[in-house]
């Protein structure tokens, strides 16, 4: 049984930082490729970053691209998204999600193609 459990999300103001995280149990966390997505109030799920099961292959949203970062931890069966230079546009509840590779494993960027999801942590920036 896969769960993912967000945390770190709170209250910013633009131009903050902030690190939000996603601790994994289940199967052996280095057979899952991982995705931050988040969704803001009335929009569509989007895709925020993604990252490979070894953790050296990612790729970003064009939004958020040269401010966030996404990286894993193996060891600690855990994935973070680090977020500088908030905006307003940036509030949403922030979801991990994880797809299991037997074999290989890629950045995956569509939200149909994850089959673990957290139950989300919120983030607002305040202007």
């Known amino acids: 049984q896969v769960q993912l459990v967000e945390s770190g999300g709170g209250l910013v103001q633009a131009g903050g930082s902030l690190r939000v995280s996603c601790t994994y149990s289940g199967r052996t966390f280095s057979n899952y490729a991982m995705g931050w997505f988040r969704q803001a109030p009335g929009k569509e799920r989007e895709f925020v970053a993604g990252?490979?099961?070894?953790?050296?292959?990612?790729s970003y949203a064009d939004s958020v691209e040269g401010r966030f970062t996404i990286a894993r931890d193996n060891a600690k069966n855990t994935l973070y998204l680090q977020m500088n230079g908030l905006t307003p546009g940036d509030t949403a509840v922030y979801y991990c999600?994880?797809?299991?590779?037997?074999?290989?494993?890629?950045?995956?960027?569509?939200?149909?193609?994850?089959?673990?999801w957290g139950q989300g942590t919120q983030v607002t920036v305040s202007s």
């Open positions: 999600a994880a797809k299991y590779y037997r074999v290989g494993c890629y950045v995956i960027k569509g939200r149909n193609d994850y089959t673990y």
């Open positions: 990252i490979n099961c070894g953790g050296g292959v990612t």
